[in-house]
């Protein structure tokens, strides 16, 4: 934060519901969807999953439905989300790519400093998020729980799509500043078994079908949305190289 952005008033958006979203950001939420997740879908449905895939996802399935009533936050994530998403492996370095977890997003808009910490994002960077730009999740566990997932997900998709659009800048390892401001932003949260896809675009913004991941039909679909996003994501950077 510079001496400027010390002056502002700091708002988290971990605070947002989606009521306030709206409010503070203009944004309207669609019904219908399958024009938003056209291209995701596309790419999905061309996603082969392996055997050892398979066998992987079985088991972890077998868990889910034993336990996931009971499961708090970090467990859900611990013993589940995350086994899935290591599976597909959302790092590489040669493309300057890596997913992310409990990191701090912020950008200023409208004379306020948006912030807050981000369960989990893919970014551009090795080391630390520089561009994040697709991604970014709500854990929440199954019961009793009190916030809400989709203001705190939209909220900081829209934070990240601001930080995106603002300009490069120069610096030694990179001579000309990539601009991400165009990158499509995709969301995803997670009420214990239930999974929603979200899709930003401009000030619009919309939420696909509950997916429940104890139904193998569902959680196979689920993963063939995680593995055709990597792609997406992987086919970005390979043109941004």
């Known amino acids: 934060m510079n001496k400027y952005q010390e002056n502002l008033?700091?708002?988290?958006?971990?605070?947002?519901?989606?009521s306030q979203l709206r409010r503070s950001f203009g944004l309207r939420a669609e019904v219908e969807c399958d024009s938003y997740f056209e291209d995701w879908k596309k790419a999905a449905d061309q996603v082969e999953i392996t055997a050892e895939e398979h066998k992987v996802l079985q088991r972890l399935l077998k868990k889910l439905r034993r336990y996931v009533r009971g499961w708090n936050e970090i467990e859900l994530r611990e013993k589940f989300i995350a086994q899935m998403l290591?599976?597909?492996?959302?790092?590489?370095?040669?493309?300057?790519?890596?997913?992310?977890?409990?990191?701090?997003?912020?950008?200023?808009?409208?004379?306020?400093?948006?912030?807050g910490k981000v369960d989990w994002m893919v970014s551009s960077g090795q080391f630390s998020p520089e561009r994040p730009f697709f991604f970014l999740h709500e854990f929440k566990k199954e019961q009793n729980s009190k916030n809400d997932p989709v203001g705190q997900l939209v909220a900081a998709m829209f934070i990240a799509k601001i930080h995106n659009e603002a300009e490069g800048?120069?610096?030694?390892?990179?001579?000309?500043?990539?601009?991400?401001?165009?990158?499509?932003?995709?969301?995803l949260y997670i009420i214990g078994r239930l999974w929603f896809f979200v899709r930003l675009i401009d000030t619009k913004y919309c939420i696909?079908?509950?997916?429940?991941?104890?139904?193998?039909?569902?959680?196979?679909?689920i993963y063939r949305y995680l593995k055709a996003q990597r792609e997406m994501i992987f086919e970005v950077m390979r043109k941004a190289a």
Not at 97 to 112: D, K, N, P, Q, T
Not at 171 to 184: A, E, H, Q, T, V
């Open 169 to 187: 800048k120069f610096n030694l390892f990179s001579l000309s500043p990539k601009d991400y401001g165009d990158i499509p932003m995709y969301g």
């Open 208 to 221: 696909s079908k509950a997916y429940d991941s104890t139904d193998e039909t569902d959680l196979l679909e």
């Open 9 to 18: 008033e700091v708002i988290n958006f971990s605070t947002f519901d989606e």
């Open 86 to 115: 290591e599976l597909i492996d959302f790092d590489d370095y040669d493309l300057n790519v890596a997913s992310f977890s409990e990191r701090h997003l912020e950008a200023e808009y409208s004379g306020y400093l948006l912030k």
